[in-house]
T-cell receptor
Framework: KAGVTQTPRYLIKTRGQQVTLSCSPI?????VSWYQQTPGQGLQFLFE???????NKGNFPGRFSGRQFSNSRSEMNVSTLELGDSALYLC?????????????FGPGTRLTVL | AQSVAQPEDQVNVAEGNPLTVKCTYS??????LFWYVQYPNRGLQFLLK??????LVKGSYGFEAEFNKSQTSFHLKKPSALVSDSALYFC????????????FGSGTQLTVLP
């Protein structure tokens, strides 16, 4: 079974631009979560989608948004990029939301904002 | 509320020696507990989880973790460390019956010295 895939793997943008990141979960997984990882803040939860509905949301500004499609693929969008948005963005999928299910992570998208 | 603490940012151990990476948690009820490992430029990989039952949980690559309810701890252990175990380790918690997202610790960098 193929793992979680994220595209693109690397991205360079300039301040003020917007970016869209994509995540394809493991086949059959309906929950997709997004995390931001930085050296200073560690791993921070962005949001979780299940069956096309946002189930949980972290403490990030409205510039960060996401969505999930009927095939469980998910995208996240960051508008008006700031230097501090430079990070590794990780996507994780699991069969169901919450519970005792472990999450399966993709390799991440490394975003650099200049 | 749920939270998890990894009190050591860095753990160094000699190859062949036992290793311990510490984790303590806080939840209102009972916890689901997880350990993940992250290698450079990679996503997180699931190692093991505690749901219920036996307090000693065995996972991938020879790792195990001991759930201690009275001390609210879930330390990761391995009897004999390998250089290839050098990586960033994350502990995570979710309260049972909760719809909240998984909460991750700040991570512990394990370095196994040859």
């Amino acid at each position: 079974k193929a793992g979680v895939t994220q595209t693109p793997r690397y991205l360079i943008k300039t301040r003020g631009q917007q970016v869209t990141l994509s995540c394809s979960p493991i086949s059959g997984h309906r929950s997709v979560s997004w995390y931001q990882q930085t050296p200073g803040q560690g791993l921070q939860f962005l949001f979780e989608y299940f069956s096309e509905t946002q189930r949980n949301k972290g403490n990030f500004p409205g510039r960060f948004s996401g969505r999930q499609f009927s095939n469980s693929r998910s995208e996240m969008n960051v508008s008006t990029l700031e230097l501090g948005d430079s990070a590794l963005y990780l996507c994780a999928s699991s069969p169901m939301t919450s519970g005792n299910n472990e999450q399966f992570f993709g390799p991440g998208t490394r975003l650099t904002v200049l | 509320a749920q939270s998890v603490a990894q009190p050591e940012d860095q753990v160094n151990v000699a190859e062949g020696n036992p290793l311990t990476v510490k984790c303590t948690y806080s939840v209102s009820g009972n916890p689901y507990l997880f350990w993940y490992v992250q290698y450079p430029n990679r996503g997180l990989q699931f190692l093991l989880k505690y749901i219920t039952g036996d307090n000693l949980v065995k996972g991938s690559y020879g790792f195990e973790a001991e759930f201690n309810k009275s001390q609210t701890s879930f330390h990761l252990k391995k009897p004999s460390a390998l250089v290839s175990d050098s990586a960033l380790y994350f502990c995570a918690v979710r309260e049972t019956g909760s719809a909240r997202q998984l909460t991750f610790g700040s991570g512990t960098q394990l370095t196994v010295l040859p």
